[in-house]
């Protein structure tokens, strides 16, 4: 899975639609908008794709594209979801793991400190969900279990 932002033909109608940046030379605000593409490596195949305004969040549209996925698909057929580090959030691992996807995402230095102490080449990792990231999960909207607080992700 991934994402890309594209540079439409700057006219009202699409800067309205799809939503507009500013760019420091002349140009001034442009036309965007942000693309994103479920792919199956092993066969090849884009299995949905999606257009939509430029100030759309990549983990949303990551939900949109494995929800599609989900329907598509028999319970039975297991998948291993790619991503890069511009996916990965607490949020989106539980909504993952609540959905029953296996995933592997790159994260960049300093994601969570229980990530950086890993020295081993291949490792499980636990996150536990403090008090502070309980309350930082709530405040974006994905409110945590007690029980979910304690056992972590």
């Given at each position: 899975m991934?994402?890309?932002v594209?540079?439409?033909p700057?006219s009202?109608?699409?800067?309205?639609?799809?939503?507009a940046?500013?760019?420091?030379?002349?140009?001034?605000?442009?036309?965007r908008?942000?693309?994103?593409?479920?792919?199956?490596?092993l066969?090849?195949?884009?299995?949905?794709?999606?257009?939509?305004?430029?100030?759309?969040a990549?983990?949303?549209?990551?939900k949109?594209h494995?929800?599609?996925?989900?329907?598509?698909?028999?319970?039975?057929i297991?998948?291993?979801?790619?991503?890069?580090?511009?996916y990965?959030?607490?949020?989106?691992?539980l909504?993952?793991?609540?959905?029953?996807?296996?995933?592997?995402?790159r994260?960049?230095?300093?994601f969570?400190?229980?990530?950086?102490a890993?020295?081993?080449?291949?490792?499980?990792?636990?996150?536990?969900?403090?008090?502070?990231?309980?309350?930082?999960?709530?405040?974006?909207?994905?409110?945590?279990?007690?029980r979910?607080s304690?056992s972590?992700?």
């Open positions: 991934d994402g890309s594209i540079e439409l700057n009202p109608a699409l800067r309205e639609k799809y939503g940046s500013e760019n420091q030379a002349e140009h001034g605000t442009l036309a908008a942000r693309s994103s593409a479920l792919y199956d490596v066969n090849g195949l884009v299995i949905h794709t999606i257009l939509g305004r430029y100030d759309r990549e983990r949303d549209m990551a949109e494995l929800i599609a996925l989900l329907e598509l698909t028999s319970p039975d297991p998948h291993l979801v790619l991503f890069d580090r511009g990965p959030s607490a949020d989106l691992i909504w993952l793991k609540a959905h029953h996807l296996r995933f592997v995402m994260v960049a230095k300093g969570y400190t229980e990530i950086d890993v020295t081993e080449p291949d490792a499980v990792v636990t996150i536990p969900i403090t008090k502070d990231r309980a309350r930082h999960l709530k405040e974006q909207g994905t409110p945590v279990s007690a979910r304690r972590g992700f």
